[in-house]
């Protein structure tokens, strides 16, 4: 297994993601037999159903959205370059990165392009707000079945009304920026890839 | 010239305070030593004492009342130990506030040192008047005055940032002190084999065994000095649970050396056999401090018909819990705290409001008084105990001490940092290191020590290193943190915005780490969620609130607390008209339609309503008290502001500003809130036509009603609902409702005192 992954990922190939996303060699190579396992139908793409196949995937309140995630817009399929892309969102941030020069585009797994990653997964039809009915929809997918609409109207509305500032009754990018910016992003929204 | 005098008298008054609360506090320590000293005085004349008992009796008895009928007598051994007892205490707490009340002292000095300062004053006057002032007795500090600081940490101990940094936290506490013990051990004894130092006769032993004491960072200390600087949570969680969690080290090497110093000789089996015992000894801790959680868990589900007694389930549960572990010798804090953090979320949801209340202040008023107290003790005992002071051995104790700590936290957090996601920066490690202070454990360990040869030199040493930590790095912490500008800590509470994100990206979190087949942190937490989502809970938690997800019970809080506030702070903040509490729809199936929302009244009529109600809310609030023992307070009233029903009474109700409004509400179905009475002295005709079939809120002020609301604990007969139209505001209602749930009142008391309605107003 290891040594057919690491023939059909060329070396250049590595390379590239590693400029693209900043992993390691190492964490490449294990994310590719990663991918491998996943892929069932060994065409070198990831579909919906592959990741359906995750147990843990299915009983997680969000599992759907996470899977779209993964799937550029309009297309059924993912291989290793987006899978990657997708996950090196969770990178941890190093030290030595928070001082690169800042004329370098950002990283991907910048404090501000984590977040957008999260905004997305609310924000379903990418008009850069969370309305009250996609708030709804996520709280809905959270809290389970037991709990009135009412209730979790009145949540989402006291939700918005906290964030809101322009009076737009959504919550907007920046909003959403403001809201969050108590909590320590860079350590929720990491995993350690081991080394 | 009237500006002049006007300040100068308004000096003089503090002046003339404090030198009157100064003037009585040293009453109150001759009066402690007097009782001290007479103490020793009746001691000696015990036995004369029946004697000259009798006399008097056997005098009146045969000499027929030549001696007149005692009209006062002074009988002072009755009452002596809670007497004193309770003066001891009463001191500590005078100083404490006259800390407080002095303005600037407080900023400067941090309140540990102040007492210590005061321990030392009073063991000297104690001492100058010639009597032997009493020592920190190891037995009182471990079993009374140290559990309640360490249940009062463990209760409200942040779980989030406690279990996310478990990893350093273990690695300090275990590592670190393990670190610290040897190196001071080790140094001292290479130095104590110098010759010209006169400490020959120190073997390896007892060296390490002073070592073992000496080096655990003390919980009380760090508790003390950190609550003043509000340094930032991660810095904060580091030092404080490392100072928990190196009790099971601390206790397994303290036993360890002690036992091996009588022995004499250490064997590879004996250091092996001590890895296991540290084992056991922290393993064990925490079963033990489990089991009681979980039985502790388990009682509060029964406790809806008896909430007076609710908060003395998680006292003594928890005290059983450092007892029991303290019979075998495991780790007494570890178990404390593991019984704290088990019992805390299940116990919370079932037990009422005020119960919640009671818990946090008792807990926090006990720690506070142990706190005191120990602190003052030490500087008694500071006075009082035999000292051997030897310059070499204190002064390169108190160095060793300081440089084991640099080096320790330095070396490990090198080593931590390859493996935490945020490293810790110079900056932080240095803090960590600076703040590992020690405190009062060391000394009451170094007090149970037997050997007397070396014990007096041990305990100077250790009252030094005590001294030189608390007061120094104590004092001069706050300005260093400030100098090296680490982040305080933030002062906001959590918004429900932070609470829905945190818990999205936990999910989001979890599925990514399920994408990776990386079975991290969130992975495990995700699963513990599960199993007691779908187990545990079910158990331990009463009624419909084992289903209820975390996000519910945190919007409930956080509605019922800003209601509370709202109302605290009298405002003409806008009640928003998404505080509704359609919540308790969910557990009243039996819920009518609710769709209105409160009907707009104007700005100044609303300011009327508010200026009306809070004139009459204040007067009553000091009339009804009604205090019985199985109820709490019969609060004052509710109000039914309809305001169709208002703008018909307003007149009628500002004529009568002096009286007081009742007006019954009546609840028929489940739980009623409380009572609520509207008091209409005059306007009988709206009282009897009001039906009022369920409680009514419509404005913030009568909000506050609830934090008064009383909880019936018992038996009142049910009262039918007499009169009140149909009331309108729904939205209020539902509102009530909910808050009172969120209070968590008991089930079937209806409201009884209907009766007292017309005679109430005095």
Same mark, same amino acid.
């Given at each position: 297994?290891?040594?057919?992954?690491s023939?059909?990922?060329?070396?250049?190939?590595?390379?590239?993601?590693?400029?693209?996303?900043?992993?390691?060699?190492?964490?490449?190579?294990?994310?590719?037999?990663?991918?491998?396992?996943?892929?069932?139908?060994?065409?070198?793409?990831?579909?919906r159903?592959?990741?359906?196949r995750?147990?843990e995937l299915?009983?997680?309140?969000?599992?759907?959205?996470?899977?779209?995630?993964f799937?550029?817009?309009?297309?059924?399929?993912?291989?290793?370059?987006?899978?990657?892309?997708?996950?090196a969102?969770?990178?941890?941030?190093?030290?030595?990165?928070?001082?690169?020069?800042?004329?370098?585009?950002?990283?991907?797994?910048?404090r501000?392009?984590?977040?957008?990653?999260?905004?997305?997964?609310?924000?379903l039809?990418?008009?850069?707000?969370?309305?009250r009915?996609?708030?709804?929809?996520?709280?809905?997918?959270?809290?389970?079945?037991?709990?009135?609409?009412?209730?979790?109207?009145?949540?989402?509305?006291?939700?918005?009304?906290?964030?809101?500032?322009?009076?737009?009754?959504?919550?907007?990018?920046?909003?959403?920026?403001?809201v969050l910016?108590?909590?320590?992003?860079?350590?929720?929204?990491?995993?350690?890839?081991?080394? | 010239?009237?500006?002049?005098?006007?300040?100068?008298?308004?000096?003089?008054?503090?002046?003339?305070?404090?030198?009157?609360?100064?003037?009585?506090?040293?009453?109150?320590?001759?009066?402690?030593?007097?009782?001290?000293?007479?103490d020793?005085?009746?001691?000696t004349?015990?036995?004369?004492?029946?004697?000259?008992?009798?006399?008097?009796?056997?005098?009146?008895?045969?000499?027929?009342?030549?001696?007149?009928?005692?009209?006062?007598?002074?009988n002072?051994?009755h009452v002596?130990?809670?007497?004193e007892?309770?003066?001891?205490?009463?001191?500590a707490?005078?100083?404490?506030?006259?800390?407080?009340i002095?303005?600037?002292?407080?900023h400067?000095?941090?309140?540990?040192?102040?007492?210590?300062f005061?321990?030392?004053?009073?063991?000297?006057?104690?001492?100058?008047?010639?009597?032997?002032?009493?020592i920190?007795? &190891?037995?009182?500090?471990?079993?009374?005055?140290?559990?309640?600081?360490?249940?009062?940490?463990?209760?409200?101990?942040?779980?989030?940032?406690?279990?996310?940094?478990?990893g350093?936290?273990?690695?300090?506490?275990?590592?670190?002190?393990?670190?610290?013990?040897?190196?001071?051990?080790?140094?001292?004894?290479?130095?104590?084999?110098?010759e010209?130092?006169?400490?020959?006769?120190?073997?390896?032993?007892?060296?390490?065994?002073?070592?073992?004491?000496?080096?655990?960072?003390?919980?009380?200390?760090?508790?003390?000095?950190?609550?003043?600087i509000?340094?930032n949570?991660?810095?904060?969680?580091?030092?404080?649970g490392?100072s928990?969690?190196?009790?099971?080290?601390?206790?397994?090497?303290?036993?360890?050396?002690?036992?091996?110093?009588?022995?004499g000789?250490?064997?590879?089996?004996?250091?092996?056999?001590?890895?296991?015992?540290?084992?056991v000894?922290?393993?064990?801790?925490?079963?033990?401090?489990?089991?009681?959680?979980?039985?502790?868990?388990?009682?509060?589900?029964?406790?809806?018909?008896?909430?007076?007694?609710e908060?003395?389930?998680?006292?003594?549960?928890?005290?059983?819990?450092?007892?029991?572990?303290?019979?075998?010798?495991?780790?007494?804090?570890m178990?404390?705290?593991?019984c704290?953090?088990?019992?805390?979320?299940?116990?919370e949801a079932?037990?009422?409001?005020?119960?919640y209340?009671?818990?946090?202040?008792f807990?926090?008023?006990?720690s506070?008084?142990?706190?005191?107290l120990?602190?003052?003790?030490?500087?008694?005992?500071?006075?009082?105990?035999?000292?051997?002071?030897n310059?070499?051995?204190?002064?390169?104790?108190?160095?060793?001490?300081?440089?084991?700590r640099?080096?320790?936290?330095?070396?490990?957090?090198?080593?931590?940092?390859?493996?935490?996601?945020?490293?810790?920066?110079?900056?932080?490690?240095f803090?960590?290191?600076?703040?590992?202070?020690?405190?009062?454990i060391?000394?009451?360990?170094?007090?149970?020590?037997?050997?007397d040869k070396?014990?007096?030199?041990?305990?100077?040493?250790?009252?030094?290193?005590?001294?030189?930590?608390?007061?120094?790095?104590?004092?001069?912490?706050?300005?260093?943190?400030?100098?090296?500008?680490?982040?305080?800590?933030?002062?906001?509470?959590?918004?429900?915005?932070?609470?829905?994100?945190?818990q999205?990206l936990?999910?989001?979190l979890?599925?990514?780490?399920?994408?990776?087949?990386?079975?991290?942190?969130?992975?495990?937490?995700?699963?513990?969620?599960?199993?007691?989502?779908?187990?545990?809970?079910?158990?331990?938690i009463?009624?419909?609130?084992s289903?209820?997800?975390?996000?519910?019970?945190?919007?409930?809080?956080?509605?019922?607390k800003?209601?509370i506030?709202l109302?605290?702070?009298?405002?003409?903040a806008?009640?928003?008209?998404?505080?509704?509490?359609?919540?308790?729809?969910?557990?009243?199936?039996?819920?009518?339609?609710?769709?209105?929302?409160?009907?707009r009244?104007?700005?100044?009529?609303?300011?009327?309503?508010?200026?009306l109600?809070?004139?009459?809310?204040?007067?009553?609030?000091?009339r009804?008290?009604?205090?019985?023992?199985?109820?709490?307070?019969i609060?004052?009233f509710?109000?039914?502001?309809?305001?169709?029903?208002f703008?018909?009474?307003?007149?009628?109700?500002?004529?009568?500003?002096?009286h007081?409004?009742?007006?019954?509400?009546?609840?028929?179905?489940?739980?009623?809130?409380?009572?609520?009475?509207?008091?209409?002295?005059?306007? &009988?005709?709206?009282?009897?036509?009001?039906?009022?079939?369920?409680?009514?809120?419509?404005?913030?002020?009568?909000?506050?009603?609830?934090?008064?609301?009383?909880?019936?604990?018992?038996?009142?007969?049910?009262?039918?609902?007499r009169?009140?139209?149909?009331?309108?505001?729904?939205?209020?209602?539902?509102?009530?409702?909910?808050?009172?749930?969120?209070?968590?009142?008991?089930?079937?008391?209806?409201?009884?005192?209907?009766?007292?309605?017309?005679?109430?107003?005095?």
């Amino acid at each position: 297994m290891g040594s057919r992954a690491s023939t059909l990922l060329r070396e250049e190939e590595i390379e590239e993601i590693k400029k693209e996303t900043g992993f390691s060699h190492s964490q490449i190579t294990r994310l590719y037999s990663r991918f491998t396992s996943l892929d069932k139908g060994e065409n070198g793409t990831l579909s919906r159903e592959d990741f359906q196949r995750i147990p843990e995937l299915a009983i997680n309140p969000l599992g759907d959205r996470i899977i779209n995630a993964f799937f550029p817009e309009g297309e059924d399929q993912v291989n290793f370059r987006g899978f990657m892309r997708t996950l090196a969102h969770f990178r941890p941030i190093e030290d030595n990165e928070k001082n690169k020069d800042p004329t370098a585009s950002e990283p991907l797994n910048s404090r501000t392009n984590k977040l957008l990653f999260a905004f997305r997964l609310y924000d379903l039809d990418r008009d850069d707000k969370i309305s009250r009915d996609e708030l709804l929809q996520v709280l809905r997918m959270m809290v389970g079945v037991n709990i009135s609409d009412e209730q979790l109207g009145s949540i989402a509305d006291r939700t918005i009304q906290e964030a809101d500032q322009n009076g737009d009754n959504s919550i907007s990018f920046n909003e959403f920026i403001k809201v969050l910016e108590k909590v320590d992003v860079e350590q929720k929204m990491s995993i350690r890839f081991l080394h | 010239m009237a500006e002049l005098l006007g300040s100068s008298s308004v000096r003089s008054g503090r002046a003339s305070f404090c030198l009157r609360v100064v003037g009585f506090v040293l009453l109150l320590v001759f009066a402690a030593a007097a009782s001290a000293s007479r103490d020793i005085s009746n001691g000696t004349s015990k036995e004369p004492n029946p004697a000259r008992e009798e006399d008097p009796h056997h005098r009146s008895n045969t000499t027929h009342h030549k001696k007149a009928f005692p009209v006062l007598s002074f009988n002072y051994e009755h009452v002596r130990t809670p007497f004193e007892i309770s003066l001891w205490i009463l001191l500590a707490l005078l100083m404490k506030l006259g800390f407080h009340i002095i303005p600037r002292l407080s900023h400067v000095v941090p309140e540990s040192c102040l007492l210590i300062f005061v321990g030392l004053l009073v063991g000297g006057i104690i001492k100058a008047i010639g009597e032997k002032p009493p020592i920190l007795d &190891s037995t009182l500090f471990f079993l009374y005055l140290l559990p309640p600081i360490i249940l009062d940490a463990g209760y409200f101990l942040p779980i989030r940032p406690f279990t996310e940094n478990l990893g350093t936290i273990l690695v300090f506490a275990v590592v670190g002190t393990l670190w610290n013990a040897f190196f001071i051990g080790g140094m001292m004894y290479a130095v104590c084999q110098i010759e010209g130092t006169g400490l020959g006769g120190v073997d390896l032993l007892s060296c390490l065994l002073f070592g073992a004491i000496i080096s655990a960072v003390d919980p009380v200390a760090v508790l003390a000095m950190f609550e003043e600087i509000h340094i930032n949570e991660l810095l904060h969680i580091l030092v404080f649970g490392e100072s928990l969690l190196n009790d099971a080290v601390t206790v397994v090497l303290y036993h360890l050396f002690e036992e091996f110093a009588h022995i004499g000789t250490v064997t590879v089996a004996d250091a092996f056999l001590g890895v296991v015992c540290f084992f056991v000894v922290s393993l064990g801790g925490i079963l033990v401090g489990a089991i009681y959680g979980i039985l502790g868990a388990f009682t509060s589900r029964f406790t809806s018909h008896t909430r007076v007694i609710e908060p003395l389930f998680v006292f003594l549960y928890s005290y059983m819990a450092y007892l029991s572990a303290e019979v075998f010798h495991l780790s007494g804090i570890m178990s404390l705290i593991a019984c704290g953090v088990m019992m805390r979320p299940y116990v919370e949801a079932n037990i009422s409001h005020k119960s919640y209340t009671t818990i946090k202040y008792f807990l926090k008023m006990w720690s506070s008084v142990s706190e005191t107290l120990i602190f003052i003790f030490l500087g008694v005992s500071t006075v009082a105990g035999p000292h051997s002071w030897n310059w070499t051995f204190v002064v390169l104790t108190v160095i060793l001490c300081f440089v084991s700590r640099m080096l320790g936290v330095v070396g490990l957090t090198y080593i931590i940092n390859k493996f935490r996601i945020v490293k810790l920066t110079k900056k932080e490690q240095f803090i960590v290191a600076y703040g590992g202070l020690r405190g009062a454990i060391a000394f009451s360990l170094g007090f149970l020590l037997t050997n007397d040869k070396m014990k007096d030199m041990f305990l100077t040493a250790i009252i030094t290193v005590i001294f030189f930590t608390v007061f120094v790095q104590g004092m001069t912490i706050k300005p260093l943190v400030d100098l090296l500008a680490v982040k305080k800590k933030k002062e906001s509470k959590r918004s429900i915005n932070e609470e829905i994100h945190t818990q999205f990206l936990d999910h989001l979190l979890t599925g990514i780490e399920d994408v990776c087949g990386h079975y991290g942190h969130h992975h495990w937490k995700d699963k513990l969620n599960r199993f007691n989502k779908a187990y545990v809970k079910k158990w331990l938690i009463a009624g419909e609130r084992s289903t209820e997800p975390q996000l519910i019970s945190f919007y409930n809080k956080l509605e019922m607390k800003q209601a509370i506030m709202l109302v605290e702070s009298g405002s003409a903040a806008k009640l928003p008209s998404t505080l509704s509490s359609v919540s308790m729809q969910n557990i009243q199936p039996r819920a009518q339609p609710r769709g209105r929302i409160i009907p707009r009244i104007s700005k100044g009529r609303e300011e009327e309503i508010r200026k009306l109600l809070r004139a009459n809310l204040q007067k009553t609030r000091q009339r009804l008290r009604s205090y019985s023992r199985h109820d709490l307070m019969i609060d004052p009233f509710e109000d039914n502001m309809s305001e169709v029903r208002f703008r018909k009474q307003r007149v009628e109700m500002e004529r009568r500003m002096s009286h007081y409004l009742t007006v019954p509400a009546n609840r028929q179905e489940a739980p009623p809130v409380r009572k609520v009475y509207l008091a209409d002295d005059g306007d &009988s005709r709206a009282v009897s036509g009001r039906r009022a079939t369920q409680p009514n809120l419509s404005s913030p002020d009568a909000v506050s009603l609830l934090d008064e609301s009383s909880q019936r604990a018992n038996q009142r007969s049910p009262d039918p609902p007499r009169r009140g139209p149909e009331l309108q505001e729904s939205q209020e209602e539902q509102d009530q409702l909910k808050l009172s749930r969120c209070l968590s009142d008991p089930g079937p008391n209806k409201d009884g005192d209907e009766d007292k309605n017309k005679g109430f107003i005095p």
